[in-house]
């Protein structure tokens, strides 16, 4: 990659795809599924346009791998510097003491676009716990309920996030 490309990368704005929920909802699960990794890496995905973006995936959620946001922030700067990647999808949680809102603000405060944020294991008719902060950061949120199967749940969250 050239001097020129890799500063351009650099300076584009990440978008960034959020899977968000309590422990054992699917989270690491619907990861595996809509990038077909089984550890954190770059891979490159095509949108519902048919253009490739380059994925940063992080499989484990931040919590429970004891990565704070702003540790998370300065990974992806350096993984950005080596590749191309243009977006991160990232699993949350929101049953601990530093919920997934706290992760989301200090990606607002980097500079990152929060594109996407799904919320899983919420029942139909019941509101998620990020409800209000999508409202106020004006991101695209939707809450899923946990599946039978994994692969449909996966397929729902492929459709929400308008990959293929």
Do not use: C
């Not at 422990?23 to 077909?36: D, P």
């Not at 459709?159 to 293929?164: E, S, V």
């Amino acid at each position: 990659m050239s001097k020129t490309t890799r500063n351009r990368n650099l300076q584009q704005k990440l978008e960034v795809y959020v899977i968000a929920g309590a422990r054992n909802v699917g989270k690491s699960s619907v990861i595996r599924h809509l990038t077909g990794l089984h550890s954190t890496k770059v891979i490159e995905l095509a949108d519902t346009k048919g253009n490739g973006i380059g994925i940063y995936a992080k499989i484990q959620s931040l919590q429970e791998a004891k990565i704070k946001p702003s540790s998370f922030i300065r990974i992806v700067t350096n993984v950005k510097k080596l590749g191309n990647i243009s977006a991160i999808i990232v699993a949350l949680r929101t049953d601990t003491t530093l919920k997934a809102d706290v992760y989301i603000d200090e990606f607002i405060k980097a500079g990152w676009n929060i594109k996407y944020v799904a919320e899983l294991g919420i029942a139909p008719g019941r509101s998620g716990f990020l409800l209000s902060h999508s409202r106020s950061n004006k991101y695209k949120y939707q809450t899923f309920m946990s599946a039978n199967y994994i692969n449909q749940l996966a397929s729902q969250m492929r459709n929400f996030f308008n990959l293929i």
